[in-house]
């Protein structure tokens, strides 16, 4: 009977070590998580803009620049239609001034960065002040933003005034500035066509009381306006 009571003590005290002091049951312990963890959902990404051509830029207006006659009209200065005779040569020289005691406009060509209308360069025109019909006479006063139609015979160019230098015939480097592809900086490359309107600064000159003039005739200083072309159209 002893025997029989110490076993069912025992039993009882095996069954307390598994159930917490208070009566309540312990609770199991959680099975270890195995396996491969979630996968965290990709970030959303912007879409990619779409890509734009670049723009087009369209060249410079240019034509041949052949040498040829050209009728010249500077609306602000009152001169329509003056006659423009190329001839091969150097600004002013001989057959030139020739030119311009006729009462036309001189364009020399054939050296340094000199070319015909609209040619990728400088297009020099020089005429008289203030002798013969003295078609340049209010030259000086033209501003920039002027325009100056040159017309030949299948087209019509439209050149803008930028600039005003002044060209001394004492000076060579003055001289190459002058006839220089791009006018007044005879080391750059063309990449425009400009003009040049060159007369005589006889009036400015006398007034400094300088009257050097050359075997022709010419002071010492030029004016020369600048112009670049900014459009051609066919007549």
């Known amino acids: 009977m002893g025997a029989v009571r110490s076993g069912l003590v025992v039993g009882a005290l095996a ?3 598994c159930s917490a002091g208070d009566g309540t049951p312990t609770p199991a312990p959680r099975p270890a998580v195995s396996g491969t963890p979630e996968a ?4 959303p990404t912007t879409p990619a803009a779409p890509q734009v051509p ?4 369209a060249p410079p207006p240019s034509t041949s620049g052949a040498p040829r006659r050209a009728y010249l009209t ?6 329509r239609r003056v006659l423009v005779r190329p001839y091969v040569g150097t600004p002013d020289d001989r057959p030139g001034t020739a030119i311009q005691d006729a009462g036309d406009l001189a364009a020399p060509h054939g050296s340094d960065g000199l070319v015909g209308p609209g040619g990728v360069g400088n297009y020099l025109v020089t005429g008289h002040r203030t002798s013969s019909t003295r078609p340049f006479a209010e030259l000086p006063a033209l501003r920039p933003g002027a325009r100056v ?3 030949t015979r299948g087209q019509r160019l439209v050149y803008e005034i930028t600039r005003t230098r002044s060209t001394s015939f004492r000076r060579p480097a003055s001289l190459r500035a002058q006839s220089a592809a791009v006018p007044g900086h ?6 425009r066509a400009m003009i040049t309107l060159s007369t005589c600064a006889t ?5 400094a009381r300088n ?3 050359d075997a022709l005739d010419n002071p010492e200083h030029r004016i020369d306006k600048i112009g670049v072309l900014r459009s051609v159209r066919p007549l």
């Open 186 to 191: 005879p080391a750059r490359t063309p990449t």
């Open 203 to 207: 009036p400015e000159d006398h007034a």
């Open 15 to 17: 069954l307390a070590g």
């Open 149 to 151: 139609v040159v017309e």
């Open 54 to 57: 670049a723009p087009v830029v």
């Open 74 to 79: 500077v609306p602000a200065l009152g001169l």
């Open 40 to 43: 965290t959902p990709p970030a």
């Open 211 to 213: 009257f050097w003039s």
